[in-house]
């Protein structure tokens, strides 16, 4: 789907919902995908993107942001402590903050250089034992050990199971950002961000419905 008719399912979707146009981000996931289709989407104007793997971002990044200027760059994939010092130099955005030894590498990386991404912190909606993420019972505590350390993340992210209805994931990851006091909420794909939008997402994450299907799943 071209990514203007993306961008005219968002329109839609914020009016729908009552939201104000603009209201949602559209982070257009490149992971994986040739390069000219994203070069394609680039010369659109486009200039949010995201990615799964700091290698591979690193590996592309640096030359397109000389090439078209600012944009953003979020990360949306797992990450690891020993990359940890590559993802705050290359990303705009982490999406991934899923652990507290990830939370104290990202404090200790905060104090020597004085900033970091804004930080989305994952919660497990779906309490999968294979997926990433802090289980809602303990996202409490993990919020209060990252204002302990100086983090301030700036909203919630979830990935619902697959092949069930995302809508109650969507919805208890708003009504946690809201006991929290937190405005971001990443969710939302390509299947589902429509409903997410209606959930009060601030930040979709759409890959295949931009720039067609991945070459090899992740
Ligand atoms: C790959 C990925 C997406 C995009 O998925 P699509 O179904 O292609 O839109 C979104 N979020 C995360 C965390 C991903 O890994």
């Known amino acids: 789907m071209a990514l203007v008719d993306i961008q005219e399912r968002i329109r839609q979707a914020e009016r ?19 390069p000219d289709r994203v070069e394609a989407v680039l010369a659109q104007g486009h200039r949010m993107f995201g990615e799964n793997y700091v290698q591979e971002a690193a590996a592309k990044w640096p030359a397109w942001r000389d090439r ?37 590498k990202l404090a200790g990386l905060q104090q020597t250089r004085g900033s970091l991404p ?22 409490p505590a993990f919020l209060r050990d990252c204002r302990a350390m100086d983090l301030s993340p700036i909203g919630l992210m ?24 937190l405005a971001g ?9 429509e409903a997410a939008i209606a959930h009060g997402a601030t930040h979709i994450r759409v890959g295949s419905a931009i720039f067609g299907a991945r070459s090899y799943p992740v």
């Open 118 to 139: 804004r930080l989305f912190v994952q919660v497990n909606t779906g309490e999968e034992p294979q997926k990433a993420g802090v289980l809602p019972a303990d996202l």
């Open 16 to 34: 729908a919902a009552d939201r104000p146009e603009g209201a949602v981000a559209l982070i257009a996931v490149s992971k994986v995908q040739p």
């Open 185 to 193: 909420l990443s969710m939302g794909m390509s299947g589902d961000f």
């Open 68 to 104: 078209f200027g600012p944009l953003e760059v979020h990360m949306i994939g797992p990450l690891q402590s020993n990359k940890a010092k590559q993802a705050v130099d290359l990303f705009d955005a982490i999406h991934t903050l899923d652990r507290p030894s990830l939370a104290q």
């Open 158 to 181: 979830c990935i619902p199971p697959e092949g069930q209805d995302s809508t109650p994931h969507f919805a208890m990851l708003a009504r946690m950002a809201a006991e929290h006091g």
